[in-house]
């Protein structure tokens, strides 16, 4: 019984010491109410596995579809832009340039981008909208979930037109899922546990912005 009383004891000092910082990181003057369509266009970082890579696109888009957007997955951005383009003129959707151009042709608004720098006892995701327009982010946050425990550290970065290359550029993280497989049940949940709280700042579809 005192076994059980330190432990319990323990997980409370820890989630205590779980401190969370927002900021605001959406365009507050951008009206998303406008938005009918948002394509996510890119998975890319420490997640090699094409089916484990669409997994996440899929929280993502389940967290779009809860806040009123019409999310295009990433599996159907990729069929949809492979039937425009010739092999050898395929888009780098990785870069800024290259997921604008994806949602000129996809006839979007809107484009989502997700980084994931670890993906092992650490997962970091990062998740980026920018206007297909402009090219200027309307969205920006980051979030990172530890194995054991469930708890999170939050936080998200001011949208910045100008900090667009070093957010959106490449990343050295963990490695997985070199084969394409999809997610194991755990890591699943542990991904979507994940894109859940980054998505909670996520401005929703009105024609005001939101309140914090």
């Known amino acids: 019984m005192k076994t059980v009383l330190n432990s319990l004891v323990t997980v409370l000092l820890l989630v205590v010491g779980c401190h969370s910082q927002r900021e605001s990181s959406f365009q507050s003057n951008y009206d998303f109410s406008r938005v009918n369509k948002v394509a ?3 998975v890319e970082g420490a997640v090699q596995s094409e089916l484990a890579k ?9 967290e779009l579809l809860e806040q009123g957007y019409a999310p ?3 599996a ?5 832009l492979a039937e425009q383009q010739a092999e050898d003129e395929m888009i780098n959707l990785s870069t800024p340039e ?5 949602g000129i042709l996809l006839n979007v608004p809107v484009v989502m981008t997700i980084r994931i720098p670890h993906f092992g006892d650490e997962i970091s995701i990062t998740a ?10 309307l969205w920006l946050a980051t979030c990172k979930g530890k194995d054991g425990g469930g708890l999170f550290s939050f936080f998200d970065k ?3 037109a100008g900090q667009q290359e070093s957010l959106l550029g490449p990343i050295v993280g963990d490695v997985m899922g070199s084969m394409d497989q999809p997610l194991a049940p755990e890591q699943a949940e542990r991904a979507q546990r994940v894109v859940k709280k980054l998505c909670r700042s996520l401005p929703p579809k009105v024609s005001t912005a939101p309140e914090w």
């Open 54 to 62: 669409d997994e996440i696109a899929d929280f993502f888009a389940i």
């Open 128 to 137: 980026t909208m920018v206007d297909v327009d402009s090219s200027s982010i």
């Open 98 to 102: 290259g997921a604008v151009e994806a």
């Open 72 to 74: 295009m997955g990433r």
């Open 158 to 160: 001011k949208s910045d």
């Open 76 to 80: 159907q951005v990729r069929a949809t």
């Open 40 to 42: 996510i266009v890119s």
